[in-house]
Nanobody
């Protein structure tokens, strides 16, 4: 079982920035593909960024150019730098590692973009 703990969320004004962190308990961290998802009220959970073990990244058009996913294998931590935030970025953000039966999720952290 892998434990993931997110931090760094909160309230920010439109145009502002936040950095989310996700600390993992696994010693196999460097081998995992990792992702950030978000879920807004009344909407389905959506992928906002992914990074694989060789640091290839993928973003949907909705966040491309504003969000940056990164990882620090030595610290076993995943990051999401979010810039130029918009009210529509308001959601609970989740980190996720692995796939299939070996997929693990954090507890989620609230990000609210509002003036």
């Amino acid at each position: 079982q892998v434990q993931l703990v997110e931090s760094g969320g909160g309230l920010v004004q439109p145009g502002g920035s936040l950095r989310l962190s996700c600390a993992a308990s696994t010693t196999l961290f460097s081998f995992y593909d990792m992702r950030w998802y978000r879920q807004a009220p009344g909407k389905q959970r959506e992928l906002v960024a992914s990074i694989n073990s060789v640091r290839t990244t993928i973003y949907p058009d909705s966040v491309k150019g504003r969000f940056i996913i990164s990882r620090d294998n030595a610290l076993k931590t995943l990051y999401l730098q979010m810039n130029t935030l918009k009210p529509e970025d308001t959601a609970v953000y989740y980190c996720n590692i692995g796939s299939g039966s070996a997929s693990f999720w954090g507890q989620g952290i609230q990000v609210t973009v509002s003036s």
